[in-house]
């Protein structure tokens, strides 16, 4: 079964909630390989507090770096460098769907030669874009969309988180890539409003995979 790699348009755009929700939605396991900033907590103990199954296993971070910054700054920062070959050979071991959470987007450097890009293929993993909806998010979406179909990266869809103009069916037909999902704004997030956001989601996953 490959795994489920969540990537976005940039940073700060709610791929962490997504990746609760879809989580919650397959009780799939999750793992975020690399976490950049940690003052604040992590984006692993975020979906562990937010997962309403018992079947999810979160799987601790491969490089936990304290700078909050793009990994290949926070790395050496610490002493120490990102090899795609070291997160390869730690792939979780497991018989459930797992998702894979990123750090930025597609063309955040990992390392002085090698990008997130690199990483996903790599991993040969199916790919949910998430973008969130607000000023410039047609360019970034469309932008990551040409690089992922260049590269001829396996994508599943678009899940769009906020609501701003309401882009997500035009960004969707201009990409080519389904819509599978648009999380609307939630003014509280907790484990019962990922369940329900989940449960909604869960047929439309379903289909695609």
Request: charged share 25%.
């Given at each position: 079964?490959?795994?489920?790699?969540?990537?976005?348009t940039?940073?700060?755009?709610?791929?962490?909630?997504?990746?609760?929700?879809?989580?919650?939605?397959?009780?799939?396991?999750?793992?975020?390989?690399?976490?950049?900033?940690?003052?604040?907590?992590?984006?692993?103990?975020?979906?562990?507090?937010?997962?309403?199954?018992?079947?999810?296993?979160?799987?601790?971070?491969?490089?936990?770096?304290?700078?909050?910054?793009?990994?290949?700054?926070?790395?050496?920062?610490?002493?120490?460098?990102?090899?795609?070959?070291?997160?390869?050979?730690?792939?979780?071991?497991?018989?459930?769907?797992?998702?894979?959470?990123?750090a930025?987007?597609?063309?955040?450097?990992?390392?002085?030669?090698?990008?997130?890009?690199?990483?996903?293929?790599?991993?040969?993993?199916k790919?949910?874009?998430?973008?969130?909806?607000?000023?410039?998010?047609?360019?970034?979406?469309?932008?990551?969309?040409e690089?992922?179909k260049?590269?001829?990266?396996?994508?599943?869809?678009?899940?769009?988180?906020?609501?701003?103009?309401?882009?997500?069916?035009?960004?969707?037909?201009?990409?080519?890539?389904?819509?599978?999902?648009?999380?609307?704004?939630?003014?509280?997030?907790s484990?019962?409003?990922?369940?329900?956001?989940?449960?909604?989601?869960?047929?439309?996953?379903?289909?695609?995979?």
């Open positions: 079964m490959k795994p489920i790699f969540i990537t976005g940039g940073t700060d755009v709610g791929k962490t909630l997504v990746a609760a929700i879809v989580t919650e939605a397959l009780k799939a396991d999750y793992w975020k390989p690399i976490q950049a900033g940690c003052s604040d907590g992590t984006d692993s103990l975020f979906v562990a507090n937010m997962i309403s199954n018992n079947k999810t296993k979160i799987y601790d971070e491969l490089y936990l770096l304290k700078m909050p910054a793009s990994p290949h700054l926070a790395a050496p920062a610490e002493g120490r460098k990102i090899k795609i070959k070291e997160i390869i050979e730690h792939l979780p071991k497991t018989k459930n769907q797992l998702i894979i959470e990123g930025g987007g597609l063309m955040v450097p990992l390392n002085k030669k090698k990008l997130m890009l690199n990483l996903i293929k790599k991993l040969d993993a790919v949910i874009i998430v973008s969130k909806n607000e000023l410039g998010s047609i360019n970034h979406s469309l932008l990551t969309a690089v992922l260049h590269e001829h990266v396996n994508v599943l869809g678009w899940i769009f988180n906020e609501e701003y103009k309401n882009y997500q069916e035009e960004i969707g037909a201009w990409s080519g890539y389904p819509v599978i999902a648009s999380v609307k704004h939630l003014p509280l997030i484990k019962e409003t990922i369940k329900a956001e989940a449960e909604k989601m869960l047929p439309k996953l379903k289909a695609i995979l």
